[in-house]
């Protein structure tokens, strides 16, 4: 059994404090506790350049929570502050006394570290991250190339949330600033046509109302993209509407006064750069901080499959077994875009997720807890390829689950192709009897323009009628005829 081994992150920023404990160091880490309390060390900032006295009694006393709940369970800690505590005259004192109080070393973060773990957190939860990072906070604007591997044109802004929140009576002012920002940064011209990767809670608010307005089916904000022009356009709404509106109310309160302001910088950064499309990112910099821990083998290792792995070793009735079929299913799936092998593999290991679960209900748990798997590297078309594949890996009808193929997020060819899995691992489990049984007892392969089912051994045994009329499904889909050899 792996060593229970957590790393805790205390970031303290100018609007919040939040503590994310990860279940273990590995990429593929998966949050175990994360709370978040508003405490505004930076809402006075940018007049008397101090961190407020009541605000600053309040982040002591979340602070200690913090601390108390991360030594409890023996985590590795790292306490990180960004902006309000770099920028104020009394930061500095401010960490000391936490420092001295609770027996920690809080390292307080350049401009150039803020943007660089906020790099690396983009870079551990996207496959090969192309365009460029903006981190928003309550102090600041991160702005990165993810091809700046030596942050020369990394900048920081004084453009934050908590700066700005009332833009009603100065908003040609606040573009005339933002853009004038902006345009201290000649390298940002080079990112124009790639994405724009978007971290921060007040960015994440308007994914969030995005995908209310557009009613999109798929409310997993990391990797939720939408295009340039519509960006734009929304953009335009959200900068001139009151935040008290009801159609604010898929956030929380506390996020609302900062939508106007957020969607303003937001305009202005696309209209500057022009990227292809903006992609939203709930991992940033407490992500780049355990990103950093680990070793070059782990951070190369696929997020992916190495979550779907874990999950059936904890999960599967039979993980020896089940951890073999993707190479079982080589034959049928290997002229398949590369792009979609690893996710055949990783809906191979989740393949036995439902067992648990009563028959008739079976399909649809399986889709659903795919599309609110906490993935990452895999965008909403992939993670919708993986849920599909299960579905009909548990025999779902796809006649009656249409919620959603309006919205165009799978491609018809894609849908095929993840049918043809789900159909073959369904046939897997029932030869096998729910794969307690030697899969590599039934080969599959090609001849001419037959399925070839070669079975030895119990498998032969197995086979019914049941096996046959799933492997007739599989051959109609693989547009070809298919023979059964008993060996």
């Known amino acids: 059994m792996n060593k229970f081994s957590p790393l805790a992150v205390i970031d303290i920023g100018s609007n919040s404090i939040r503590l994310v404990i990860f279940d273990c160091k590995k990429k593929f880490a998966i949050p175990i506790f994360n709370e978040k309390t508003q405490c505004g060390l930076g809402s006075d900032l940018r007049i008397s350049k101090m961190l407020p006295n009541e605000a600053c009694l309040r982040a002591n006393k979340v602070i200690e929570r913090y601390i108390s709940i991360s030594r409890s369970i023996n985590c590795e800690l790292v306490i990180v502050g960004t902006a309000a505590i770099r920028e104020a005259l009394n930061g500095k004192e401010f960490v000391h006394k936490i420092n001295q109080n609770f027996n920690v070393s809080i390292l307080i973060l350049s401009s150039k570290e803020e943007a660089r773990f906020s790099y690396l957190g983009?870079?551990?939860?996207?496959?090969?991250?192309?365009?460029?990072?903006?981190?928003?906070?309550?102090?600041?604007?991160e702005l990165v190339s993810s091809k700046d591997i030596k942050f020369e044109n990394t900048i920081t802004l004084p453009l934050g949330t908590l700066q700005f929140r009332d833009i009603y009576k100065k908003k040609e002012e606040l573009t005339e600033l933002i853009d004038k920002y902006l345009d201290q940064s000649s390298w940002l011209k080079n990112e124009k046509n790639k994405s724009f990767y978007a971290i921060g809670?007040?960015?994440?608010?308007?994914?969030?109302?995005f995908m209310s307005w557009s009613n999109y089916p798929i409310s997993v904000i990391h990797h939720y993209e939408i295009s340039l022009s519509r960006a734009v356009d929304i953009c335009r709404v959200l900068s001139n509407l009151n935040y008290s509106l009801k159609s604010m109310s898929v956030i929380s309160k506390s996020r609302r006064k900062s939508v106007p302001y957020s969607a303003l910088l937001l305009e202005r950064i696309l209209l500057k750069i022009e990227p292809q499309n903006i992609i939203f990112s709930s991992y940033g910099l407490r992500e780049g901080i355990l990103f950093d821990r680990l070793d070059e083998n782990d951070k190369k290792e696929d997020s992916l499959v190495s979550y779907c792995r874990k999950i059936s070793k904890n999960e599967s009735r039979f993980y020896e077994n089940i951890k073999n079929y993707f190479k079982w299913l080589h034959p049928i799936i290997k002229k398949f875009p590369d792009n979609e092998l690893r996710l055949a593999e990783a809906a191979c290991y989740l393949s036995d997720i439902a067992?648990?679960?009563?028959?008739?209900?079976?399909?649809e748990f399986a889709l659903k807890k795919v599309i609110y798997a906490p993935f990452v590297e895999v965008n909403h078309s992939e993670r919708l390829y993986i849920a599909k594949v299960l579905f009909k890996r548990y025999k779902g009808d796809l006649e009656k689950n249409k919620e959603y193929n309006e919205y165009n997020i799978l491609s018809a060819s894609r849908l095929e192709r993840a049918i043809i899995i789900g159909v073959a691992l369904d046939f897997a489990y029932t030869i096998t009897g729910s794969s307690s049984g030697n899969i590599f007892d039934c080969e599959m392969s090609f001849n001419k323009n037959n399925l070839l089912i070669s079975l030895k051994n119990n498998l032969k045994i197995n086979y019914n009628r049941a096996c046959d009329k799933k492997i007739k499904i599989l051959s109609n889909l693989l547009k070809c005829e298919y023979k059964v050899i008993n060996l």
């Open 355 to 363: 067992w648990k679960i009563h028959p008739e209900y079976r399909a």
């Open 122 to 141: 983009v870079l551990s939860s996207f496959n090969d991250p192309k365009g460029f990072i903006g981190d928003l906070g309550g102090g600041s604007l």
């Open 201 to 209: 809670g007040a960015w994440r608010s308007l994914a969030k109302v």
